[in-house]
Every structure is written in C-alpha cells, then in structure tokens.
C-alpha cells in the first residue's frame, strides 16, 4: 500500500511540474504568440475587405452585362447600390468627363465609371476582365 502512495504522490508531482514548466514556457513567449493572433487579425480583416471589393466588382459587373446600369444615372444612386469606389479622380482625358471611379476586382479587372459635371453617368470601361 505504501508503494501505491509513493507512485501517485511522484506521479501528482510529476504533472504539476510539467505544467507547471508549460506554464512558463508559455509565459517567455508570450510576446510572440500575441504578435501571431494580431496577424491573423489583420489577415483576417484583410481578406474581408478584399472579398467585399470582390463582391460588389461582381455585382457592377454583372448589371453592365444585363444592361441593368442604364438604369442608375446618378452617382449617389450608383454609390448607394455599389457601394465606395476603390478610387475616384480627375480623368485623364477630360471630354466631358468630370471624374472617374474605379471599381476592382482583387484577383485582376477594372470597371472605370465616368461621371459628368451633374454627377450623371455618361460611360464605363471594363478592363481586364
């Protein structure tokens, strides 16, 4: 009976110092285990905004070639289905163009909508597809 005690008293010691050493272990790299969950965060929060642009590129894409744009003539209606552009900026070329917004699909394609000085779509490119 006294040899069972010793086992299990060495055995519960054994397991409190193992943990007890894990504990630790884990203690000296805590710096670089919160460094990996803040990059994981960040990739996370990443590829949601990437899918996100692909999305809606995919929702542009697909009413320019059901000819359902036609429809949406101004901007803040446009802006309000599609969501933010990527970019909008002066064009490089003006006739008649006021400004330029592109939409982008992460994995390659541009759709380039070209407002005029009313802020009515007057054209659009798709590039890339």
Known sequence: MEKNKTFYLSLFLLSFAAIFI?????????DEV?????LEANQKAMKAEL????NLYNKLKTDIDNGRLNELTEKSKILKIYGEPVLCRPPLK???????CIYRN?????????????DKLISWQIQNP
């Open 34 to 38: 919160r460094f990996m969950k803040n």
């Open 94 to 100: 003006q006739d008649g163009i006021r400004e330029t």
């Open 106 to 118: 992460p994995t390659g394609g541009l759709i380039l909508l070209n407002f005029d000085t009313q």
């Open 22 to 30: 894990s504990g630790c272990v884990y203690f000296t790299h805590l």
């Open 51 to 54: 899918d996100k642009q692909e």
